[in-house]
């Protein structure tokens, strides 16, 4: 066996050992996008739930909701929060709502979550 033959086989095996040594850091990042993924899916969802109700269903609170895809998510929870427009976006006193939808999960000892934030008016999208 050669020098050169030793060398080669000695990077390989160094190359290899590297990929081992980082594909437990991938796995984790691929699990975590993975459960950001399925979580903006549930969000997204709900808000085209909510901008489907008439108008006058929206009523001002907090409330839960379920989703099949949710039992993905480790110890997770979704919730939508209903509110009249605030005075400094609604400046003309229209009738508009703003919605908030949060779905959480832990993510290893982590509370993880994704929000998305909408404004629905009396006769927008869909109405």
């Not at 480790?74 to 009249?84: E, G, H, M, R």
């Amino acid at each position: 066996m050669t020098v050169l033959e030793v060398i080669l086989i000695v990077l390989i095996i160094g190359f290899m050992a590297l990929l081992i040594n980082n594909l437990p850091g991938a796995v984790k990042v691929i699990s975590i996008s993975h459960h950001s993924s399925i979580a903006k899916d549930i969000a997204d969802k709900e808000i085209e739930l909510l901008r489907r109700q008439p108008y006058s269903n929206l009523v001002n609170g907090t409330n839960s909701f379920t989703d099949p895809n949710l039992d993905q998510l480790p110890s997770s929870t979704a919730s939508d929060t209903i509110s009249d427009c605030s005075s400094s976006i609604c400046t003309n006193s229209e009738s508009v709502k703003e919605a908030q939808v949060i779905v959480s999960w832990n993510e290893e000892g982590t509370t993880k979550s994704v929000e998305i934030d909408t404004l629905i008016t009396d006769g927008g999208l869909g109405k």
